[in-house]
């Protein structure tokens, strides 16, 4: 196994603060200016004071639980299951960093939905 990259381990510092629901450790993770883009909704949560005013406001913050993390450069993905205490989300994170602080994260996620008959002879199910 390899050790986690600098980056890998700023990622893994953010799963472990929401999952503790210490979410001022967010503070020293994101730059100021960051921006977090969620294409799914079509928001944009842009600087500090917004995604503060975000993450406070949360009905309730998810459990999440990493299933894989790569990175190169720059850019960190992480694949994780988000769970609400009931509803749970497949869900794929893009990092961007900028001098070791997260400078953009954009986040897709799905609740799971039924395979379709049709594909079955091709596809094996988890």
């Known amino acids: ?46 600087g500090a004071e917004n995604r503060r005013g975000i993450y406070n406001a949360f009905p309730q913050l998810p459990t999440i639980t990493p299933r894989r993390m790569t990175s190169g450069g720059d850019l960190v993905v992480a694949e994780a299951l988000l769970d609400y205490a009931g509803p749970q989300y497949q869900t794929v994170f893009i990092f961007e960093f900028r001098d070791g602080r997260i400078a953009k994260e954009t986040a897709y996620w799905s609740e799971a939905f039924e395979a379709p008959e049709w594909r079955s002879a091709w596809v094996e199910t988890e």
């Not at 210490?22 to 928001?43: C, K, N, R, T, Y």
């Open 1 to 46: 196994m390899t050790e986690a990259t600098p980056n890998e381990q700023v990622v893994q510092r953010l799963i472990d603060c929401i999952n503790a629901r210490d979410i001022a450790v967010m503070d020293e993770l994101f730059h100021d200016d960051a921006i977090m883009h969620w294409p799914q909704s079509g928001e944009v949560v842009r």
